[in-house]
Nanobody
Framework: VLLVESGGGLVQAGGSLRLSCTAS????????MGWFRHAPGREREFVAV???????HYTDSVKGRFTISRDNAKSTVNLQMNSLKPEDTAVYYC????????????WGQGTQVTVSS
């Protein structure tokens, strides 16, 4: 299984970025697809998830600013990030979770997002 993130970069506060994660080696439609982030000096944080049944869930700090979406035909999950803040700066990771798993089974290598003030 391989998860490959793309779309990170440097953006000014208030700007937008779109992250993408393409999966291979798994039956994509059967997996919940999540985004996590890890900032220096902080623990890894859940950001958003798109479940296989198309429901979504977000951490409070990104609600109304971030949108997760998935394309099962392309085995891709996206994270549209608007109104970015400096505190959103982190390495963002894509992860896949089977419905019967207690945690995430597969992780990508991460993509850096830096928001300047």
């Amino acid at each position: 299984v391989l998860l490959v993130e793309s779309g990170g970069g440097l953006v000014q506060a208030g700007g937008s970025l779109r992250l993408s994660c393409t999966a291979s080696g798994l039956t994509f439609s059967m997996y919940g697809m999540g985004w996590f982030r890890h900032a220096p000096g902080r623990e890894r944080e859940f950001v958003a998830v798109s479940w296989s049944g198309s429901s979504t869930h977000y951490t409070d700090s990104v609600k109304g600013r971030f949108t997760i979406s998935r394309d099962n035909a392309k085995s891709t999950v996206n994270l549209q990030m608007n109104s970015l803040k400096p505190e959103d700066t982190a390495v963002y990771y894509c992860a896949a979770r089977r419905a019967d798993s207690t945690g995430y089974d597969y992780w990508g290598q991460g993509t850096q997002v830096t928001v300047s003030s």
